[in-house]
């Protein structure tokens, strides 16, 4: 298993001297360069749950409301904003979005928004994220084969648009960049199923060889992260030195009947956080008041923990049930410095060191409804805001 392991990662990069990309504009954010699941690799929905930390507190985007979150005090910023915040992401101190006519930059303390870059026709954004000062913009479309970069230098205040993503392959898709080169992945045909990948220089167009065999999980200050259910050791690969990191996977989780239950969701410098999936069985009570009430009601329902790893230990810190399939929360959490931000639809299991911050609502929210949360580095979890389910967005 190894052996496998370490010829698959020496083979992620063959060519040296390839500028990395440090410990960025910010922390590292799971999703932000890719996702455990690569069909979610948008990293957001128009009511994605989104953090950001700016002005000594976090900004919280949930449902298109802004929240702001300072000690124990969580407020209401702005009820829906004008514009969808898409993608709201933080450089120097500044926020960041799209939408279909641009580049906007967002001031969350007058809700004022300015455009700083045009595209040159309405276009809906598939990746958006910044790398050393430069914004990227990706569109892409497989009904139409348009495929575009479009890239914002926040310094120089200079645009531009490429389109060699669209020489490369069919069905092109961009996990992120590192330095001034992006990770993407195509096939030959539309018959071909195994995806290529390659590093492309957003300056030139120029690609290099990046022989991967699966998708990797994310970028984390730099080195590439790499791992699959059921192997022992997740891969992190500098990608400037090509020097490899394994960190081994715990024991619980390879002596598990079924590893693929445990899903990495972040990696930090100093833990990891998973989030195990099980069914498990409702009480008969639960059924019948349901039938009683003319309400259908499975036998079983989700069971979801989520973990915090440090060496080989494997903590749990939240339990929830819920009938919301997995794939539909997977994608909303984040790690930023040491605070891991988590969603979750259904009833929590866990009540002990969980304290509620959610601003009162003026009216009571009907219908399923999603919690946004996170785990502070004192292991506290705090329930921050809880807006309505979102519903998807497949407008991009």
């Not at 410990?23 to 699941?37: I, Q, R």
């Not at 994220?129 to 497989?142: E, K, M, Q, T």
């Not at 990797?216 to 790499?226: A, E, F, T």
Request: aromatic fraction near 14%.
């Amino acid at each position: 298993m190894k052996k496998r392991m370490a010829l698959l990662l020496a083979a992620v990069l063959t060519a040296a001297g390839v500028s990395g990309c440090g410990s960025g504009d910010s922390a590292f954010t799971t999703g932000l360069f890719s996702t455990t699941y690569p069909n979610d690799f948008s990293r957001d929905k128009s009511t994605y749950p989104i953090a950001n930390e700016i002005g000594g507190g976090t900004l919280l985007r949930a449902g298109n409301s802004l929240y702001r979150w300072d000690g124990d005090e969580v407020t209401l910023i702005e009820e829906e904003p004008p514009d969808t915040l898409r993608n709201l992401v933080e450089v120097g101190g500044k926020l960041y979005y799209w939408k279909q006519g641009g580049i906007f930059r967002y001031n969350w303390k007058t809700g004022e928004s300015t455009q700083v870059f045009s595209f040159d026709e309405p276009r809906n954004i598939t990746r958006f994220w910044a790398s050393d000062g430069v914004l990227y913009a990706f569109a892409g479309s497989s009904i139409t084969d348009d495929y575009l970069l479009y890239r914002y230098d926040i310094r120089t205040k200079k645009g531009e648009k490429v389109n060699w993503v669209a020489d490369i392959g069919r069905y092109p898709i961009i996990f992120g960049v590192v330095g001034d080169e992006a990770l993407v992945s195509w096939v030959d045909s539309d018959a071909e199923r195994t995806r290529r990948f390659a590093w492309m220089d957003t300056t030139d167009g120029s690609t290099r060889p990046c022989t991967l065999e699966r998708y990797p999980n994310g970028c984390r200050d730099g080195s590439l992260i790499v791992y699959q259910a059921g192997w022992e050791e997740i891969i992190l690969h500098d990608v400037e030195t090509c020097e490899e990191t394994a960190i081994p996977v715990p024991r619980r989780i390879l002596a598990a009947e079924d590893p693929e239950d445990y899903i990495l969701m972040a990696v930090g410098e100093d833990s990891l956080y998973w989030l195990q999936m099980k069914s498990v069985k409702r009480k008969w009570r639960e059924v019948y008041a349901a039938m009683m009430e003319n309400r259908y009601l499975s036998q079983y329902t989700g069971e979801y923990t989520f973990y915090r790893q440090e060496g080989d230990s494997l903590e749990p810190f939240f339990t929830f049930r819920s009938d919301v399939f997995a794939s539909d929360m997977l994608g909303y959490a984040q790690l930023i410095g040491d605070t891991f931000y988590f969603a979750y639809s259904g009833t929590p299991q866990t009540f002990s060191g969980v304290r509620s911050l959610i601003p009162p609502d003026d009216e009571p929210i009907r219908g399923r409804t999603m919690v946004f949360a996170a785990r502070k580095p004192d292991g506290e979890i705090c329930t921050l805001v809880e807006r309505p389910f979102p519903v998807t967005d497949t407008a991009y």
